[in-house]
């Protein structure tokens, strides 16, 4: 992997010591808290842990329980909202331009990768609101294929839209990540139709190793656990 200067905003860093252990504390105070699968994560090195993504909440939920600070990768329309965008400038990300060829980002991410950072990365592109996996979007495997790196599926449960309504009355819901072991992914292959091809499927890979860590009503178009049996794109 080609070496690329990166660095993370020192106002970054030093939010970084406080957002975490406070939104650790917050989330055990609202929600009954459970993660399985922490000795799957790998001590050193760079990798992406890929996501599964009802909500708001999966993020904060992640970077507060993860060993050490994940950057990131997200919608650049997320910080300019209210609420949601105070708290990413704070803790600081890479920000997307979702449906666009973006060689800066991409950039951006291999040289986050290349320093030795992990990236937090939803597949599937955006929130879908409600249990229920979208087909993912091959941006991700073309990062894997281009660094060779080890992608940790994460598996959240609980996120939902109406977790913080319930966390609100009181209700303390639960709230679990799960975490797979590292995911090695083929070599894409081809070119053109073909290699985009290669790229879904490794995806789809991706996928289906965080639809296995989750229960069935939130597996969505990745119901039966079935590579082959997945729609070409």
Known sequence: MEKIPYSIPSINRLNRLWIRPLFRGVFHLISQVRITGKENIPTQGPYIAAINHLSLFEPPFIVAFWPKALEPVGAVEIWSKPGQGVLVKLYGGIQVHRGEYDRQLIDKMLAALGAGYALLIAPEGGRSHAPGLRRGKPGVAFIVNKTNIPVIPVGIVGSTDDFLDKALHAKR?????????????????????????????????????????????????????????????
């Open 173 to 233: 819901p639960r709230l679990e990540m799960h975490i797979g072991k590292p995911l090695h992914l083929p070599p894409v292959t081809g070119k053109g139709p073909e290699k985009h091809a290669s790229l879904q499927r490794n995806v789809d890979q991706i996928m289906l190793a965080i639809a296995e860590l989750i229960p069935p009503e939130y597996r969505g178009v990745y119901a039966n656990l079935d590579l082959d049996a997945l729609e070409p794109v």
